[in-house]
């Protein structure tokens, strides 16, 4: 299984991009999923995470801007943006837990990064 995450780009100050992170294949289930950002030069950061009941959490610098969600039926997670700063340039990354059949353990996957630019 592979995580395919797309969305980024150039995007000006104040925008709103969505991010999304799909599973390569039909699997089972997603358990838990997460965002990561790395700034250049920078170590990688959490940024967002959803569990399986659906409760978020949020890091402080994206809280009330960012949303994380899934759509367990297309096996898709998406990170909403909005209000873009400069400082929130970075390679988004999804890390996710799933299960690809029922009755295999959960196993964590890194999707690639996607590349988001933000620019004033």
């Known amino acids: 299984v592979q995580l395919q995450a797309c969305g980024g780009g150039l995007v000006q100050a104040g925008g709103s991009p969505r991010l999304s992170c799909a599973a390569s294949e039909n699997i089972f289930s997603i358990n838990t999923a997460a965002w990561y950002r790395q700034a250049p030069g920078k170590v990688r950061e959490w940024v967002a995470s959803?569990?399986?009941?659906?409760?978020?959490n949020y890091a402080d610098s994206v809280k009330d801007r960012f949303t994380i969600s899934r759509d367990n039926a297309k096996n898709t997670v998406y990170l909403q943006m909005n209000n873009l700063k400069t400082e929130d340039t970075a390679d988004y990354f999804c890390?996710?837990?799933?299960?690809?059949?029922?009755?295999?353990?959960?196993?964590?996957?890194w999707g690639r990064g996607t590349e988001v630019t933000v620019s004033s």
């Open positions: 890390n996710v837990r799933l299960r690809i059949h029922a009755g295999s353990r959960p196993t964590q996957y």
């Open positions: 959803i569990v399986s009941g659906g409760a978020t």
